[in-house]
T-cell receptor, first 115, second 110 residues
Framework: SQTIHQWPATLVQPVGSPLSLECTVE??????LYWYRQAAGRGLQLLFY??????ISSEVPQNLSASRPQDRQFILSSKKLLLSDSGFYLC??????????????FGSGTQLSVL | LAKTTQPISMDSYEGQEVNITCSHN???????ITWYQQFPSQGPRFIIQ???TKVTNEVASLFIPADRKSSTLSLPRVSLSDTAVYYC???????????FGTGTRLKVLA
């Protein structure tokens, strides 16, 4: 069965510090991978998605970046965090077998507080 | 821009049937409609998916009219544990990009 791992669960970082969140998927190959962010009490904002190694699509201009160094690994990074980067970060994956009826499977999320 | 429109919030009482409607006027021919449930501090989880007419599983039913421009999630006999945010989701013109709308915050009252 497929599983998705996301860590850390919580993170407190000072303004201006770097960030690295990692997500890995097991039990499937060539998944589509996604990073979403959710501010407190708000909806899910799509940040990045990837359909293959090295292929990253950015949805929101910001000081965040994403990388996919391996097929089932997705990394969210920042060189200098801003207060506005605080939020709940979720990684998700979907299959690529048939376009149209994919289901998204989410990790447990990382609660990031930038102080 | 989000591809879906839902009511922001709904209240219901335990034991009642709840129907949440989602509008997706620009749904692509190949796209399915998928509904997710999210509890606080958790990732959304899949509830049900359909293409047209009616789909039923052990937790919900999904009704999709012939024009597929809307869909209705039906939760039978809700309980307090069904209090959550519910999202409907469609793809972006047949791509792999999935943009969530605001979702519907369902509150079940005793």
């Amino acid at each position: 069965s497929q599983t998705i791992h996301q860590w850390p669960a919580t993170l407190v970082q000072p303004v201006g510090s770097p960030l690295s969140l990692e997500c890995t998927v097991e039990g499937t190959s060539n998944p589509n991978l996604y990073w979403y962010r959710q501010a407190a009490g708000r909806g899910l904002q799509l940040l990045f998605y990837s359909v293959g190694i090295g292929q990253i699509s950015s949805e929101v201009p910001q000081n965040l970046s994403a990388s996919r160094p391996q097929d089932r690994q997705f990394i969210l990074s920042s060189k200098k965090l801003l207060l506005s980067d605080s939020g709940f970060y979720l990684c998700a994956w979907s299959s690529t077998l048939l376009k149209g009826n994919e289901k998204l499977f989410f990790g447990s999320g990382t609660q990031l507080s930038v102080l | 821009l989000a591809k879906t429109t839902q009511p922001i919030s709904m209240d219901s009482y335990e034991g009642q049937e709840v129907n949440i409607t989602c509008s997706h006027n620009n749904i692509a021919t190949n796209d399915y409609i998928t509904w997710y449930q999210q509890f606080p501090s958790q990732g959304p989880r899949f509830i049900i998916q359909g293409y047209k007419t009616k789909v039923t599983n052990e937790v919900a039913s999904l009704f999709i009219p012939a024009d597929r421009k809307s869909s209705t999630l039906s939760l039978p006999r809700v309980s307090l544990s069904d209090t959550a945010v519910y999202y409907c989701l469609v793809g972006d013109k047949g791509t792999y990009k999935y943009i969530f709308g605001t979702g519907t915050r369902l509150k079940v009252l005793a």
